[in-house]
Structures are given as C-alpha cells and as structure tokens.
C-alpha cells in the first residue's frame, strides 16, 4: 500500500522483481480510487482486511506499506497475512514539521485537507498529533522494518524529506519482539527511491518467508 497522495505509479513496477508472487498494489482510499466513508488509519486496515478475505482466501500474504501505508500495514489483523514490510512508519505524527509546512503550503481538495486532518492531525497552522503506538502494541506478525538514517530534527532546508520516524518511535519499534530493523545510511524517507535494491530484496526476503511459514 502506498503512501499519501502517492502518484498513480508508485509500486507498479515491482511485480517482475517477485516471481511467482501476485502483486495487488493499492493505494489509500481516496487516492486515484474511491474514499471510504471515514477517513482514518483503522477504517483502511479494515478494508483491505475484508479485500484480503473476498480476493485470497487461504493464500499466505505479505502486505507492503509506505509510510502511512505503513502504519495501514501494522493494523491489519488477518491470519493469512505471514509477513509485513513497514516503510519509514510515522507512528507520531505531532513532530513532522516537514509535513506540516509541507502540506500548509500545497493546494490541496477538500478531501485532501480532511485526509491531512483526519489521519496526521494538520490543518492550517494547528498540529493536533496523532500517536499509532498503539498498532505496534498489538502487533505480532513478523515484520521487516526499514527506516532511513537521515535525522527528521533539526529544522532545515530540506531537498528532500529525511526520516519521518523520530527517536521515540525508533526506540518503540526496535523494541518490538515481532520487528526486525532494518536502517540504511544516507537514506530518508522515501526508500523505494533511494534504496531501490535494499527495498526489494527486503520485499523478496518476505515472500520467500511467507511462502514457507507455518500457518
């Protein structure tokens, strides 16, 4: 699963890099697809639960998720679903400086600015910060964690963003007995893109586990 407002053709390259995997690539609600009703991290893990259920029946799954994807990702519960991969997670959000003045100076739909405010908690100059420990709390699911090294602090003139996975929800994650860690140097939030061999081989190494787990 994407990130937000992710363009139409992120991911979609990836399915030759995974034989003998079928690749469903998503986006969040909203985003060069139908909104849900409620716009919120819990409603998007629910759906693509019930998608997983109606598509794939007992196939063993592996869920990739950017970002917010990401965070969609950590708050699925299905028992098919053997493995995750979880890009640069924003677990809190009330820190993303880059985001905020990001999105305060973008163009943005209504659905847009009420996806900003539902899900990361900006509107205008206000930041109410929205905390998704608790998905990492519940999680137990291998997962392979990938996270850039760049520092989100201090703030700077930005090329582009660094790590949006500050130092509490680095130590959280890294914690987690169902998380393996992995942090690339030089590398900050967008990790397909920066990263493009350590994000695949991260993709494959899932399958190949998901492909042998026990149920």
């Known amino acids: 699963m ?3 407002f992710a363009e139409a053709d992120v991911l979609s390259h990836a399915a030759p890099f995974l034989p003998g995997c079928d690749v469903l690539r998503t986006h969040l609600p909203g985003n060069h697809c139908p909104p849900l009703i409620t716009t919120s991290v819990g409603a998007f893990s629910a759906a693509l639960r019930e998608a997983i259920t109606q598509l794939f029946g007992a196939r063993p799954i592996v869920v990739v998720g950017l970002s917010v994807g990401a965070l969609v990702a950590l708050g699925l519960r299905h028992p098919n679903v053997r493995r995750i991969v979880a890009i640069e997670p924003p677990i809190f959000t009330r820190h993303l400086w880059p985001l905020a003045e990001g999105f305060g100076q973008m163009p ?3 659905m847009q600015k009420n996806f900003v405010w539902q899900v990361l908690g900006f509107r205008g100059d206000q930041i109410e910060g929205r905390d998704y420990s608790a998905l990492v709390a519940g999680l137990t699911t291998p997962t392979i964690l990938m996270l850039g090294d760049e520092p989100l602090w201090p703030r700077r003139e930005l090329s582009h963003l660094p790590s949006l996975v500050d130092d509490e929800a680095r130590a ?3 914690s987690h007995p169902s998380i393996r860690t992995q942090v690339l140097p030089g590398v900050g939030h967008n990790i397909p893109r920066q990263a493009p061999m350590d994000f695949l081989r ?7 586990e998901a492909a042998s787990a026990n149920p």
């Open 2 to 4: 994407t990130g937000t």
């Open 202 to 208: 991260a993709m494959q190494q899932a399958c190949a």
């Open 172 to 174: 959280l994650l890294m």
């Open 108 to 110: 943005l739909t209504e």
